[in-house]
């Protein structure tokens, strides 16, 4: 059975770090893509970063320059650092892996984890 585990979130102020951590078990990640999404209250899902099967990144204009996407793939697992977090990152966090086609929306994805919350305060 295939479980995508992702670390505990937090609560952080404006301008602080946080990284979220995201474990796969009974699954190798492979070349497909993995990726990092976000939902606020009331919104859809939405890509927050993309790593591609060669290993390119791809990041959402709203994190670019702040948060980092990487892997270890000896461990299975794939971070997502984020710095000089923001009122508006305040979100449900998911990671999803063996992504295809674009790999920016989230129907192209077939594992998800459940969820982890990242709340910044002003």
């Known amino acids: 059975q295939v479980q995508l585990a992702e670390s505990v979130g937090g609560s952080v102020q404006a301008g602080g770090s946080l990284r979220l951590s995201c474990a796969a078990s009974g699954y190798r990640y492979s070349r497909y893509c993995k990726g990092w999404f976000l939902q606020a209250p009331g919104k859809e899902r939405e890509e927050v970063a993309v790593?591609?099967?060669?290993?390119?990144?791809y990041y959402a204009d709203f994190v670019k320059g702040r948060f980092t996407i990487s892997q270890d793939n000896a461990n299975d697992t794939m971070y997502l650092q984020m710095n000089s977090l923001k009122p508006e990152d305040t979100a449900m966090y998911y990671c999803?892996?063996?992504?295809?086609?674009?790999?920016?929306?989230?129907?192209?994805?077939?594992?998800w984890g459940q969820g982890t919350q990242v709340t910044v305060s002003s």
């Open positions: 790593i591609f099967g060669g290993g390119s990144t």
């Open positions: 999803a892996a063996e992504g295809s086609g674009t790999c920016i929306f989230d129907n192209e994805y077939n594992y």
